[in-house]
């Protein structure tokens, strides 16, 4: 028993250093500790511990994720809601910081990467050029109804 113990507070400071370094989610610090091979109380206990200390927030990571995929990937709403619900997160906190994106910024990302793209095409048609547009925008995660809205000021 007191090996489980010793293992539990490794597991816990090697999880807090992680924390610290950068955000995390529950659900990722969960697998991290199973590797430690612990009863599942005690990595919940470790978890709780993580978010009680603040090392462990879901809703600042999730705010981080989107802010970070949005600003460097450029990805839409669609991608970044898929990626975070394979996680485990919930979806009202997901819900409610896809929200907090603004939207001038967010037509700004999605009409800037549908021009980038429109300028790679070699085709002269403009509806198979349309139906590349498309397809590389609905990749990135942006809702098709603001796609086809803004499509006709790409093509100009």
Known sequence: MEN?????????SK????????EQCS????KKIIVFELVSEVVDDIIEKLKSEKYLDDKRYVKAYI?????INKWGKIK?????????LPE??????LEDINEEKYKA???KTMKTKAKTIKKKNR????????????????????IHRYMNSVLE
Do not use: W
């Open 80 to 88: 970044m809601r898929h990626y975070l619900k394979m996680k485990g």
């Open 127 to 146: 509806f198979e050029k349309m139906g590349q547009i498309i397809r590389f925008a609905q990749t990135r995660g942006f809702e098709p109804e603001l």
């Open 92 to 97: 009202d906190i997901i819900r409610k910081e």
């Open 109 to 111: 990302v999605l009409i």
């Open 67 to 71: 802010a970070d995929k949005f600003r």
């Open 27 to 30: 659900a990722d610090i969960r």
């Open 4 to 12: 489980q113990e010793e293992i539990a507070k490794q597991a816990y």
């Open 15 to 22: 999880m807090a250093r992680l924390c610290s370094r950068s």
